[in-house]
């Protein structure tokens, strides 16, 4: 029997963007899916939903796999594609797979023989790089900071020493409501000569993108408020 393909599905990363974002593949990819394995259920429904793609949704499967699900749970939830059914890969923001607990279900549908194909798709970190003017040869992505301020403070001077000697741009992301408290340790603990790309909602209305040494960033007053946001920057 002729095994299922599973697609890396992307979704929006800032809210009414999909008629500009998601491309006619990822519509196709979902449309022939009737399997489908979220970060958040609630989340995956309401996005496809958005698509307007005369899906009766209710006729769809969806199983969530998040950082608590254990690899044999989620091998589970991979079987259909054994029997020749497609199964589509769901991240609540941007691509599954990518800081993202789709990882997983993907390193076991690989010891599992099954395809993979990635869509293309939004991703808040490739997009913020690319807008930063930093180094995209050679960089790193760190997830989130301690919520810690002191153990924040000193991975920043971890990570500005790892920059400085490698010629390597470091990337963050945060929780919204804690972009501005992130913000200002980086701009108080950063090297005046380090630059700071602040990535605030990429891809959407309020989407704000400025590359700016830290000298210049403690000259001017910002909000960032509560929103999706990218942090990257890199020593001299």
């Not at 199983?63 to 259909?80: G, S």
Request: with cysteine; charged share 20%; aromatic share 8%.
């Amino acid at each position: 029997m002729t095994k299922g393909t599973i697609y890396l599905i992307p979704s929006v990363i800032a809210a009414d963007t999909q008629e500009k974002v998601i491309p006619l593949q990822v519509k196709e990819a979902i449309g022939s899916t009737r399997y489908f394995i979220a970060e958040t259920v609630r989340e995956s429904r309401r996005f496809i939903s958005s698509l307007n793609l005369d899906i009766d949704i209710s006729t769809l499967n969806f199983e969530k796999v998040d950082k608590n699900t254990p690899a044999t749970e989620a091998e589970k939830y991979l079987k259909p594609a054994l029997e020749g059914n497609n199964i589509g890969i769901l991240s609540d923001a941007g691509c599954p797979g990518v800081a993202d607990p789709g990882a997983l279900v993907v390193s076991i549908s690989h010891q599992m023989g099954l395809k993979v194909i990635p869509l293309v798709g939004p991703s808040s970190l490739l997009l913020a790089l690319m807008a930063s003017g930093l180094n995209g040869q050679s960089f790193a992505f760190n997830g989130y900071l301690p919520i810690d301020a002191k153990e924040a403070i000193q991975k920043i001077g971890a990570y500005e020493k790892v920059s400085r000697t490698g010629n390597q741009t470091q990337i963050f992301i945060e929780t919204p409501y804690r972009s501005d408290r992130t913000f200002e340790i980086l701009v108080k603990n950063l090297s005046s000569e380090t630059v700071l790309c602040v990535a605030r909602n990429v891809t959407g209305a309020s989407e704000l993108i400025f590359s700016k040494s830290i000298r210049q960033w403690r000259s001017e007053e910002i909000t960032i408020g509560k929103e999706p946001t990218v942090f990257l920057f890199m020593a001299t």
